[in-house]
């Protein structure tokens, strides 16, 4: 058996009927397509979200007021005004904290803001100038907030892109201008860089101001919303939880965790979640494509059928003249294999395709994973063989006899 031939004669005979070769091909064009495409936009997805959580800093640890569900402190519910200031600098002066690298107290809260005419809604955060250092803030033109603001409770600002746009109007420069915040005038001092975002997690919609100002003049707080802390490194992460957990815990003269009145989110702790949901909705996605490639096999098993009956004289002439049984599966698995591997490869290139013009639009990573491309196309090919055997089983059982006289 010259296989070679085989595969050249299996080739000529799905080139005789192209319209029903094509419609067989189309059903996995669609499924690879699908799979590609929707697994690409998952992990572009996951990618974004990832960078995005990133990009807010690097070895990051929260405190929040409230209770805290993962992390080495676990604490149950608790106020909402429970940090102060004082537990900052407990932080940051305390001999038993040897894994903080740097610390910023902070309040936030959203506020009108107005320059001439124009308005607009914002968070305003008040934040000691490590703040830059921990997030990983920059300027693209001024300066951020100095020691000498925080001290002196100086009316100034540092303000984000979008509102720079939203109130000056794409590319001006703020800087000197005076905005009004809660009844209050601050100077612009400083633009930050463009990280990106939307919504009320867009952090180009932001206006920085020393939390001195913003606690005493323009909110009139004395506890803050969070403290941000950055640890020496990745390996300290938890240590430093336990370190500041437990301090804040004898700070708050609670004894048992779990009675906690804060909690202390970890950037670890946002990324796995995050990757476990974007993991969970892209795995679906996947599952959802898949389905079409079910459909497609099925599509290419009825072809078959459909060639095997069209065939059947032929296929008698062939055994009556000779032709060993495992010939004729040979030739309709062969037929089937080349068609699911034809529409596999068209169906990655599309996939391909879709997936790098929709992360365009979308603003996504453009990401490919070459595992998905291997499976999809693994998975085509045993999709070939798997409806394929069942009409490559009927023809090699034909009788020749039956088979000449059939009409």
């Not at 062969?334 to 979308?362: D, H, K, P, Q, R």
């Not at 999709?383 to 009927?394: C, D, M, R, T």
């Amino acid at each position: 058996m010259d296989i070679k031939a085989l595969i050249i004669e299996c080739f000529g005979t799905l080139t005789i009927n192209k319209m029903r070769t094509g419609l067989a091909i189309l059903g996995i064009v669609i499924g690879i397509g699908s799979v590609i495409a929707l697994i690409s936009l998952g992990q572009a997805s996951q990618q974004a979200i990832t960078n995005q959580i990133e990009s807010l800093g690097s070895n990051l640890l929260t405190v929040q007021p409230g209770a805290q569900n993962s992390g080495a402190v676990r604490g149950a519910a608790g106020g909402a005004q429970t940090l102060t200031l004082d537990d900052a600098k407990a932080i940051m002066s305390s001999s038993k904290i040897t894994t903080i690298k740097s610390v910023s107290p902070e309040f936030s809260k959203r506020s009108q803001v107005t320059y001439g005419r124009n308005n607009t809604n914002t968070q305003i955060i008040g934040v000691y100038p490590a703040y830059a250092e921990i997030r990983k803030i920059t300027v693209s033109s001024g300066v951020f907030i100095t020691e000498r603001d925080e001290a002196a409770m100086s009316k100034v600002a540092v303000i984000g892109p979008q509102v720079v746009a939203d109130l000056f109007g794409e590319g001006a420069n703020p800087i000197g201008q005076s905005i009004r915040v809660n009844g209050q005038s601050l100077k612009v001092i400083g633009v930050t860089t463009a990280k990106g975002g939307s919504g009320f997690n867009n952090q180009d919609d932001v206006i920085y101001v020393p939390l001195s100002t913003a606690q005493k003049q323009m909110f009139g707080a004395d506890y803050l919303s969070s403290i941000s802390l950055e640890a020496k490194s990745q390996d300290v992460m938890v240590a430093a939880q336990n370190e500041v957990g437990y301090l804040l815990l004898a700070r708050h003269k609670f004894t048992d965790p779990t009675q906690a009145d804060f909690s202390i989110m970890s950037q670890n702790d946002i990324l796995n979640t995050a990757s476990q949901v974007t993991g969970t909705f892209t795995t679906l996605l996947g599952g959802i494509a898949a389905i079409s490639l079910l459909v497609g096999g099925i599509g290419i098993m009825n072809i078959m059928l459909v060639t095997v009956t069209e065939r059947t004289r032929e296929i008698g002439l062939r055994k009556a003249l000779g032709a060993k049984r495992k010939v004729i599966i040979y030739q309709f698995l062969i037929e089937a294999i080349i068609l699911t591997l034809t529409g596999g490869i068209i169906g990655m290139l599309l996939g391909i395709g879709i997936s790098f013009v929709l992360s365009s639009i979308m603003g996504l990573p453009f990401t490919i994973s070459p595992p998905s491309i291997a499976l999809a196309m693994g998975v085509s090919g045993v999709i070939g063989v798997l409806f394929g055997w069942y009409p490559a089983q009927k023809a090699a059982k034909l009788q020749p006899i039956e088979a000449l006289r059939y009409e």
